[in-house]
Each structure stands twice: as C-alpha cells, then as structure tokens.
C-alpha cells in the first residue's frame, strides 16, 4: 500500500502527534508512507518519526497581507501540493486538520485518487472565519470520506448533503516504562498538557488553584505547552500569587517521565476533539479530572470509574472536583488502576484496524 499523508507541521500539537502514530505505524506494516508538510523544512518534526517514511516539506505555508495575496497563495499552495501528490503514486491520500483538507481536496481533484480528511477538533467549536467553514463544507463534499472523532460530531457532515463520514477516535499508544529516574516534579503534584491558546482553559485552572492552595499549600501546579498565551498566565500566575507552585517547563519531549510522576492529571478544556493529553495520561495509569462537553471528555472517561468530569467553563466545578480528588489519595488510586482500560477501547491496533478498513472501503468504491 503506498500512502501520502499531508498536515500543515509535524509540532507539539495533538493531531500531529497522530499523524507521527499513523505514519509510523503504517511504515512497520511495509506500507510505503510520504508526508507532506506545508511549512518550511528549515523546522524539524517534534515528534520521532520512522526514517523510512518519506518526507517533504513544501515551505508554502505563511500568513498573506490581503485577499489577493490570500487568493495567490492559496493557489500556489495547491499547485505544489498537487505535483507532490501525484509524484508520490499513492493509492489513497489522507489529509489532517480543516484548512489543509480545503487545500488536499481541490489539489486532488480531477486525479482519481481516493481522498480522505480528517477533522481533529468538534466541528460545532471551529473557530475558522466564515469563509473557511463555507469552504470546508462545500469541499468535504468532495472526499471519498470524512473522518470526524466522535459520534457527537456526526450530524456535522450528514450523509443526506452528501457526505462519507465515519467516527475514527485517535490511537493510544501503550506506554513505554520509564527509564530516566530524573525528578521532575515535587509531589504532590497536579499535571496539565496543552497549547497555552484559550481553548484549553489553563486560566480556569490558575483561578480554581488559587482558591485550592491555602488548603493544600503543598501541591504544585505543573502546565506543559507553549503558545501565544504564555505571558498573559504568567502575569496571572503572579497577580494570583502561586509564583512558587505553579510551573510552566514549556514544550517537553520527555512528557511520559512528567506523568510517571505527577499525582493527578487534569484538563480544564473549554472544548476539545478527541484529547491525546488525556488518553496518554490514562494509558499511563494517572487519576483524571477533565471539563465535561458535547465532545471529547465524555468520549473517553465514564465518570466516576475511570475518571471524574466536571462542568466546562466552570471554576466552582473545578474546585470541588479536584479538591474531592486533591483531599483522597484512595479514590486516586482507585481511579489509576481503572484509567489504562481505555487502551481495550482505542488501543492502537483497534484504532488501525478501523483506518485499514476505511482505507480498503475508499479504494474499493474508486475501482467500481
């Protein structure tokens, strides 16, 4: 089978890391894998990957002055994309994430290969401008399938206005053990992951660990990720006073050493797709808290058992959901032993399997 996968950049983010899963695993099953990269080859993929997977860089991504400069670079962009599509022979092409699956789709057109996109965050929380989302919608269309990450997501793309759509949670990979005795964190120990972007609610959790810390004056806070944000919670972590026990390390490559030794896990989201944070924190065998929403969270924990959700966008929930967790290291216990099932419900060779399927169903209705 030979494959070419494309994303806009292979960095921190979670639906790079399931491109970097996919891709490597496919390259273990003697596929023959290229990925396309729209960004600049000049910055090197955060996560490993095989080095028998091809890779190309196309250094056509970039911000454009105006809608002309808009119009031009949106058709260079699909221009070479199209060359290095049709360069690589693939007999399917996937595409991750909304803006690049707009691109892949029109650069496809008119080849005769199959098509499949990937949507990484709930569609009813896209904050694409309206001209985007109107693009999404008239080019999904198009593809052979979408794939979207939870049932909840669905009646986005009904079959009825014409879409493929089938559910495809992300895979969670089994965790290596850790070898580096390193300490890292000061127990105990409250661990988040995420881009510092509105969207993960790292605000939310400074104020519920403000209103948290007089009681437990020795947890600490620990926030891995970066982004645009930094700044503005590092001057709230200051106003809040919580300069002592409350961490930002930035963007880690050794993140399973950080969660072999945090205490508790916790993801105040304002909305999210289907959390990788979240499924690798469990598959390690951590306690997690997460805001509960239409989509995401509730896909993965069964509240109460293997995990505890708590009301989005909601500080008094946080607050009295980690301090039910904070206050019994018995029910963080109990729920560590139960968290690594989710590995029997999106395990990586469960989650491949679906793609293998969907893959030999695209293909089969392209040769009919």
């Not at 399938?145 to 969670?172: C, E, H, S």
């Not at 990788?276 to 989509?295: H, N, Q, T, Y």
Request: with cysteine; hydrophobic share 45%; aromatic share 8%.
């Amino acid at each position: 089978m030979k494959v070419t996968l494309v994303i806009y950049g292979l960095w921190g983010g979670g639906a790079e890391r399931v491109m970097s899963i996919v891709a490597n695993y496919w390259v273990t099953q003697g596929w023959d894998v290229t990925l396309i990269l729209l960004v600049s080859p000049t910055k090197p993929p955060f996560y490993p990957l095989d080095a028998r997977i091809k890779l190309k860089p196309l250094d056509v991504a970039g911000d454009s002055a105006n809608v002309l400069a808009a119009i031009g670079n949106a058709w260079q962009r699909i221009s070479v994309l199209r060359r290095e599509i049709i360069a690589s022979k693939p007999d399917v092409v996937i595409s991750f994430m909304n803006s690049v699956n707009v691109y892949t789709i029109a650069a496809c057109a008119m080849l005769n290969m199959p098509t499949i996109v990937s949507e990484h965050i709930y569609p009813g929380a896209n904050d694409a401008n309206k001209i985007w989302q109107f693009m999404m919608k008239w080019t999904y269309r198009y593809a052979d399938l979408v794939t979207v990450l939870t049932q909840n997501a669905l009646p986005f793309y009904p079959a009825k206005q014409g879409y493929r759509t089938i559910v495809m949670p992300n895979p969670v990979i089994q965790p290596d053990p850790v070898r580096d005795t390193t300490r890292l964190l000061t127990n105990p120990s409250l661990l988040a992951i995420g881009k510092l972007h509105p969207q993960k609610g790292f605000d939310l959790l400074l104020a519920a660990f403000h209103r948290l810390q007089p009681k437990y004056p020795e947890w600490q806070l620990t926030i891995l990720g970066e982004g645009d944000l930094r700044s503005e919670l590092e001057d709230l972590r200051t106003r809040l006073q919580l300069t002592d026990c409350v961490h930002f390390p930035g963007l880690v490559t050794n993140v399973r050493e950080y969660l072999s030794q945090a205490d508790l896990f916790v993801m105040p989201s304002r909305f999210e797709g289907f959390p990788m944070a979240l499924c690798e924190a469990m598959a390690c065998g951590l306690p997690v808290l997460a805001a509960d929403r239409l989509s995401g969270p509730r896909d993965i924990i069964e509240d109460g058992i293997n995990g505890v959700l708590v009301a989005t966008e909601d500080v008094d929930a946080l607050v009295v959901g980690l301090d039910a967790l904070m206050s019994d290291p018995a029910r963080r216990q109990q729920l560590a032993k139960n968290a690594p099932q989710i590995l029997d419900r999106f395990g990586l060779e469960q989650v491949m399997a679906i793609w293998q399927e969907a893959i030999d169903r695209v293909i089969s209705r392209r040769r009919r």
